[in-house]
């Protein structure tokens, strides 16, 4: 670009620029990304054009009307946007045959919804009624209730054939058929057991399901670390939907009870399960609807609670040595840190999924902040790795240390690779996509071990 | 508009990008296929060509 051209015009092209860019700005749908990237095409065409002999000003209308309407170029980023939060939830469709697809698909989600409902009452045929009776039943199903009817809905929304699905589905059916068909004796334990490792397998199969269409395959990092903000964001909507719905129980419960009609009953045997299990592929639903809708809020959230859990840790730590603690003489203790450890995870897990890291390539003060909490939770699962393996040698092998103990080892061997990954990272020997593919690949041994404890525990621990 | 295509290929993961420095000192966002983007590529390449076959028929028919 000579000097000379640019001084004897007086057009100003750095004003007019700014001027053509603030009125993009004040569309919704173009972020300040998209902003840069037009703002370079603008300024290559500029240049391209004034080469061929055209002046400064002619370049720069010639080049902004080659982009187009700054209201049609808007239309067109909302479409792929990830900024307009408030704008839409519905996505106002494209074509008439979509439109017929968005009305199916409601029609679909409320009939999943309802179906998860009335799945939750199965247990009421074989003669479970009383809920406080057979609790049990529930637990141990509970996964399945919540779980199947989203795999249906997500299977529904990626039109993935049958046949490839019959393998999942099939596997769906054995674990349906081995939680209930195992027999079961007090004190229950290898049960209960099951129960909680029931959601991690139906997670997985549900990551089979939501990964399959991607042209990446399911098995891709990128794919998995989809579908961890998939369950991240979904969390947070059946958070708020379940709040909701106690909400509207506590009110239909105090109203009548006004009345002096006793609706206990009904209460306790649909309104609450049936709304509880129809909360799920409503909340898939609005992930899928709205995909960013919090993707704003992630990052904060795990910004505020990811140095609150490091202090959090650090207490327990403090907690641990100042007064030496015996934490193994109480199982309790135990317990409490492998749920800290494990919200810990997910942390990590959360704010992995929030970061962006076409934008941020180098280690931020952030990601500092995730490995000073990772380096506090393998301190502290090595503590409760200690109590574990201590009262093992005292009271020998039960179903429930048994399993503690392969958890805490899964999840300090995580750990420490998670740090390893960290640590990497910020001295930029590795990049943030190896810590992603480490910790996707790593979802494979959560999902064997709880498989493990679903389907071997109970014969190994003689099903007590 | 080209840039939403490219964004919405991106989202699709058949396409990759990053932001480079260019000699000017300005950057710049680079578009690359994927593995993923070449296949898919592959397949409507070869769906188009159907087309364009069935086309050419038809405009044989017709010049006949």
Wanted: net charge neutral; with cysteine; proline share 3%.
């Amino acid at each position: 670009m000579s000097r000379q051209k640019e001084m004897s015009s007086s057009f100003d092209l750095e004003c007019q620029i700014r001027k053509w860019k603030s009125h993009l700005q004040s569309q919704e749908s173009i972020g300040p990304e998209d902003l840069e990237e037009l703002e370079s095409h603008v300024r290559d065409s500029v240049e391209e054009l004034m080469n061929k002999g055209l002046s400064i000003e002619e370049s720069f209308l010639i080049a902004v009307r080659r982009l187009g309407e700054v209201e049609i170029i808007n239309e067109e980023f909302a479409k792929v946007s990830t900024e307009d939060v408030w704008r839409q939830l519905f996505i106002p469709a494209a074509t008439v045959s979509d439109a017929k697809r968005n009305k199916l698909e409601l029609i679909i989600v409320l009939a999943l919804a309802v179906f998860g409902g009335l799945l939750s009452r199965i247990p009421m045929l074989f003669g479970y009624v009383d809920l406080d009776a057979h609790a049990l039943v529930y637990v141990r199903n509970a996964a399945l209730f919540a779980f199947f009817p989203v795999i249906l809905y997500v299977f529904w929304k990626r039109s993935l054939t049958l046949i490839k699905s019959l393998v999942a589905f099939a596997v769906c059916l054995v674990f349906a058929i081995v939680i209930n068909a195992y027999p079961s004796y007090e004190p229950h334990h290898t049960q209960i057991l099951g129960a909680i490792h029931m959601p991690i397998i139906m997670l997985y199969l549900l990551m089979y399901f939501f990964g399959s269409s991607y042209p990446s395959g399911w098995r891709h990092p990128n794919t998995r670390l989809n579908f961890v903000r998939f369950i991240g964001e979904g969390f947070i909507f059946t958070v708020l939907i379940g709040l909701g719905g106690m909400v509207l129980i506590g009110l239909t419960v105090g109203t009548f009870e006004l009345m002096e009609i006793d609706i206990a009953m009904f209460v306790q045997n649909w309104m609450a399960p049936c709304g509880l299990f129809g909360i799920f592929p409503i909340a898939a639903y609005l992930v899928e609807q709205k995909k960013n809708l919090i993707e704003s809020i992630a990052p904060v959230l795990s910004r505020i609670f990811t140095p609150l859990f490091f202090f959090v840790l650090l207490a327990l730590i403090g907690g641990f040595f100042i007064p030496f603690t015996a934490v193994w003489e109480n199982r309790s203790t135990l317990i409490w840190f492998d749920i800290i450890l494990v919200l810990a995870l997910a942390l990590t897990l959360y704010s992995m999924g929030a970061k962006d890291s076409q934008k941020e390539s180098r280690a931020t003060v952030w990601d500092m902040m995730t490995l000073a909490l990772l380096l506090a939770a393998i301190v502290v699962d090595a503590i409760a790795l200690t109590g574990i393996v201590i009262r093992l040698s005292r009271f020998g092998f039960t179903a429930n240390k048994s399993a503690a103990l392969g958890e805490n080892i899964i999840l300090l061997a995580n750990l420490i690779l998670l740090a390893i990954g960290y640590i990497r990272y910020g001295r930029k020997k590795g990049t943030f996509g190896h810590i992603v593919a480490m910790q996707m690949y790593f979802l494979e041994i959560y999902a064997l071990w709880a498989t493990i404890v679903v389907v071997l525990f109970p014969i190994i621990f003689s099903f007590a | 508009m080209l840039y939403p295509v490219l964004h919405r290929l991106e989202s699709e993961q058949l396409i990759t990008s990053y932001w480079q420095s260019a000699d000017t000192g300005r950057r710049r966002k680079y578009y690359q296929i994927t593995d993923a983007g070449n296949r898919e590529l592959e397949q409507i390449t070869s769906q188009w060509s159907i087309v364009q076959h069935a086309l050419d028929q038809l405009e044989k028919e017709r010049s006949r």
